[in-house]
């Protein structure tokens, strides 16, 4: 049988706002639906976490003095976490195509030697 948990036992952000009743379901395949969307939540947490991550340090690298190489590579390694992301499903398409635009965009500008705006 399935206990109550309280929403600090369950951790992240559904656990921070409020308190979760796990045994609230009434039939099997609604139990199952709940483990099931916390598993995905779970996972889709940590990918965009990494993807989260590796933008941060590509625009940092394209704002900061970096060399244009070393630029490249960090923003190469982002936009490969944004296609996983995507493959997974865990972000639009066309979310994962803006923000690799945006990135090119930038690194673009730091090959030519012209200042972003």
């Known amino acids: 049988m399935v206990g109550k948990k309280s929403g600090l036992e369950l951790g992240g952000v559904w656990g ?9 379901a009434n039939t099997n395949s609604a139990k199952k639906a709940i483990r ?17 991550t590796a933008q941060k340090s590509a625009l940092a690298r394209l704002n900061s003095q970096a060399s244009p190489e070393e630029a490249k590579q960090v923003v190469l390694h982002a936009i490969s976490q944004l296609d996983k992301a995507l493959a997974k499903g865990v ?18 500008l730091l090959l030519s030697g012209k200042k972003a705006s």
């Open 91 to 108: 972000i639009h398409r066309n979310k994962a195509a803006r923000r690799k635009s945006r990135l090119t965009k930038k690194l673009n």
């Open 16 to 24: 921070a706002l409020f308190e979760y009743n796990v045994a609230m």
């Open 36 to 52: 099931v969307q916390e598993r995905r939540r779970r996972r889709n947490q940590r990918v965009m976490s990494m993807v989260k």
